[in-house]
């Protein structure tokens, strides 16, 4: 009875990259439809676990809309309905009374959820409740000059909605950076004269000195009347781009402070649904800092899941009514490891003298996870190494040009001097 129940809910992912990978096998394995809705298919489309992708002719939420109210239409019951994200988290929740009527899923109140996913919002809601990097708000108003007079540096720079450059990039911010790294007040207004007004608010922000290591970060699921049914952390033990970036190299822990610390300030905010909240470490007065929240299911929830707790399913179970997956904490010291972009970023850290090939290597052989490898769906693995490969490809090719340029150059300038500038 149990198991026909769950197959009459399915699932539908808005955003389909690993999260949504995780999600799927998740509810998948379990025998439930879940269905992917994004403007474009990719390598995640390829898992045997996403029963169909839904893709909309044009990338607005009008758009989207109109499919989310189409495919609610398909089946008897209301579906379950995951974003992830944020800006899909944000459209569900402009639409919550709509949406709710033909959908089942938990989100903080609407003041709260829009006040995490700005980094403006989240100072305002939190700074009183927990500590934080010292943080200032650039906008084309400012008084640059005065400002920059003000500021300790070295200091970050970062978009005040984290998905900002993604969608509009400036011109010096490579596609995976998230802070531009500023070190004095002529380099400041510089950068700030390169991003002008096109890139909306910007953060400035006081960087927390310390290793990566000191990244913590706390995911949990609180159900309709706030309380926590499960929580789990994990370390960072390197990032891209290399100390402000996503974790490509994790590290399973227990750390009652944080997760202490994180549930104290969710209890203030009165969240509901699922949440991951990172803080760092200071050394210079032994507190955890609070550096971001994300209002949605991540990459660290699927990582739980694999360490013992699913939080994917805790939140499908928890929406549609059935009895709660049980679950005796989590293992730690289980490491996961995203490949591809660890790849890249193992490079960096090499060329600034803070990881040895031989260091590379041994954490390889430490890890127990390699997302998005799993032996009962391997496509999307297969998918991800092909695009990988044409990645490496490219990049050899492009530096071969440049070699071979630069070899003609030598070889043109030699000629020239051996022949006195004639040509």
Not at 61 to 88: S, T
Not at 128 to 144: A, S
Request: charged share 25%.
């Amino acid at each position: 009875m149990r198991s026909h129940a769950v197959k009459r809910v399915p699932a539908v992912l808005l955003g389909v990259g690993l999260p949504a990978l995780e999600v799927a096998r998740s509810l998948g394995r379990r025998g439930i439809e879940v269905i992917g809705v994004d403007w474009r298919r990719n390598w995640v489309s390829r898992s045997r676990y996403l029963a169909r992708m839904v893709c909309p002719n044009r990338e607005d939420h009008v758009e989207m809309h109109k499919v989310l109210e189409q495919l609610a239409c398909e089946f008897p019951e209301r579906p379950f309905l995951m974003p992830l994200r944020d800006d899909h988290v944000l459209f569900v929740s402009r639409h919550r009374e709509a949406l709710g009527r033909q959908y089942r899923f938990l989100e903080p109140a609407p003041e709260v959820l829009e006040g995490v996913v700005s980094k403006r919002g989240l100072w305002d809601l939190c700074h009183e409740i927990v500590p934080m990097p010292d943080t200032r708000f650039l906008d084309p108003h400012d008084d640059l000059h005065a400002l920059a007079s003000q500021i300790t540096y070295p200091c970050i720079m970062k978009p005040e909605l984290s998905d900002d450059w993604s969608r509009y990039r400036p011109p010096m911010v490579t596609q995976e950076q998230k802070v531009i790294e500023i070190h004095s007040p002529a380099d400041l207004l510089r950068v700030a004269a390169l991003l002008g007004v096109t890139y909306g608010d910007t953060v400035i922000q006081e960087p927390i000195p310390g290793p990566d290591s000191n990244l913590y970060y706390l995911v949990a699921y609180l159900n309709g009347s706030g309380e926590p049914l499960a929580t789990f952390v994990g370390r960072k033990l390197r990032t891209c781009p290399p100390h402000f970036g996503n974790g490509t190299y994790v590290q399973s822990v227990h750390a009652p402070e944080v997760v202490e610390l994180g549930l104290r300030l969710l209890s203030k905010l009165r969240y509901r649904g699922s949440v991951g909240v990172e803080f760092k470490l200071d050394p210079r007065d032994g507190l955890f800092k609070l550096i971001e929240m994300n209002a949605r299911f991540g990459l660290w929830d699927g990582f739980g899941a694999v360490c013992g707790v699913d939080f994917a399913y805790l939140a499908y179970a928890d929406a549609v009514g059935l009895p709660l997956p049980s679950h005796n904490g989590y293992k730690a010291g289980v490491y996961w490891m995203q490949p591809d972009r660890d790849f890249w970023t193992a490079l960096q850290y090499r060329r600034a003298g803070e990881l040895t090939l031989g260091g590379w290597l041994r954490s390889i052989l430490r890890c127990r996870v390699f997302a998005p490898a799993a032996w009962d769906d391997p496509m999307p693995w297969f998918a991800l190494n092909l695009s990988f490969g044409r990645a490496l490809a490219s990049a050899a090719q492009g530096r071969l040009s440049g070699a071979v340029a630069s070899a003609l150059g030598r070889a043109t300038r030699h000629r020239d001097a051996q022949s006195g500038g004639r040509t």
